[in-house]
């Protein structure tokens, strides 16, 4: 079965209230309260969009994610009442899209999911206008989504795909973090803790020297430009 979501936390009376609420929204969710649940829902149902807690009773939030992210490139938004920044690095660099923290508006969470649904709807027509990028060292596939660097492929999140994709595509001018967060998360609830989070992810995976950055270049205060190489 396909679901619009799917909820992976061991507070199962929030669980099943946010889950509830979704479906009052018509966007179709289910809840499981544990890992080895989520393990046996993925083997009979799919989900567009995983909303992941970080404590689970048989396990950790961040091993089901890198286990999610082994075979499946659904977003995945946590949800945690652990609210440091170690929490939110770790997160946002094993594969999660997003960090939320608890407690949560209903309204607010929902508004966040429906966006990115929507995003993520769009890929296949977002394929289509898209363009491929190769300078000889730098090369994006646009259709199969795919990053290469000196040849090799290297691995980068969903998010973080839609992140360089927009960056090159507005290539050697300024893409403000307003703009970035209209045209990549489409929504104005990313912070700019996660924006830098997964700047930096990119910076280390494409860049020869991450901290001395070639490629995508910060504007202090403003945003960050992609300069391109003569391709």
């Known amino acids: 079965m396909r679901f619009d979501c799917l909820i992976i936390d061991d507070e199962k009376e929030l669980a099943?209230?946010?889950?509830?609420?979704?479906?009052?929204?018509?966007?179709?969710?289910?809840a499981v309260y544990s890992?080895?649940?989520?393990?046996?829902?993925?083997k009979e149902n799919?989900?567009?969009?995983?909303?992941?807690?970080?404590n689970l009773s048989d396990g950790s939030g961040f091993e089901v994610c890198k286990k999610i992210r082994q075979t499946l490139n659904v977003p995945i938004l946590f949800i945690s009442a652990r609210n440091t920044d170690d929490d939110k690095i770790i997160?946002?660099?094993?594969?999660?899209?997003?960090?939320?923290?608890?407690p949560y508006?209903?309204?607010?969470?929902?508004?966040k999911v429906r966006v990115v649904l929507k995003r993520f709807s769009n890929n296949a027509q977002d394929a289509l206008k898209s363009e491929d990028y190769d300078d000889g060292y730098l090369k994006l596939d646009s259709v199969n989504k795919t990053v290469f660097v000196d040849g090799v492929e290297k691995k980068i999140t969903s998010i973080e795909w839609?992140?360089?994709?927009y960056l090159i595509n507005n290539r050697n001018r300024?893409?403000?973090?307003?703009?970035?967060?209209?045209?990549?998360?489409?929504?104005?609830f990313t912070t700019d803790g996660t924006l830098n989070v997964h700047i930096r992810k990119i910076r280390e995976a494409i860049e020869k020297d991450p901290q001395d950055p070639k490629y995508?270049?910060?504007?202090?205060?403003?945003?960050?430009?992609?300069?391109?190489?003569?391709?």
Do not use: P
């Open 162 to 165: 839609r992140l360089l994709e």
């Open 46 to 54: 799919e989900a567009g969009l995983v909303l992941l807690d970080i």
């Open 105 to 111: 508006s209903l309204g607010v969470l929902l508004a």
């Open 174 to 188: 300024l893409v403000t973090k307003t703009e970035i967060f209209d045209n990549v998360w489409n929504d104005r």
């Open 35 to 42: 890992a080895s649940e989520a393990d046996g829902f993925f």
């Open 216 to 231: 995508i270049i910060t504007v202090w205060k403003e945003g960050y430009k992609f300069v391109a190489r003569a391709e």
């Open 91 to 102: 997160a946002l660099n094993i594969g999660g899209d997003d960090y939320i923290e608890k």
């Open 16 to 30: 099943d209230n946010t889950a509830e609420y979704f479906n009052m929204f018509d966007v179709k969710t289910a």
